[in-house]
C-alpha cells in the first residue's frame, strides 16, 4: 500500500527513481524496495522521502487510508 501511493507520487512529480533518490539522499535500490513493498521506511525516512516528493507525509497516509476504504 505505501509503495504503491510513493511510486504514485513519484510519477506525479514526474521524478525517475534515480533522481527521488538522490534528492531524498537515498539508494535507489532502497527506493525500489520501498515502492515494492519489500520494505517499510522509518517515519523519519518517509519524511525526507516526501520532502523530496513535495508532498506531505500526511497525504500519501491519507491516500492509503482512502485506498483501503475502497477494498
Sequence with gaps: MLG???RKAR?????S???????????RTYLSE?????????LEMLFRICEALKVP???????MEQSKGKK
Design 4 to 6: 504503491e501511493e510513493l
Design 11 to 15: 510519477d506525479e512529480a514526474g521524478l
Design 17 to 27: 527513481q534515480e533522481r527521488l533518490a538522490f534528492e531524498a539522499g537515498v539508494d
Design 34 to 42: 520501498l515502492e515494492n513493498n519489500h520494505k517499510s521506511p522509518t
Design 57 to 63: 507525509a500526511s497525504e500519501i497516509v491519507r491516500r
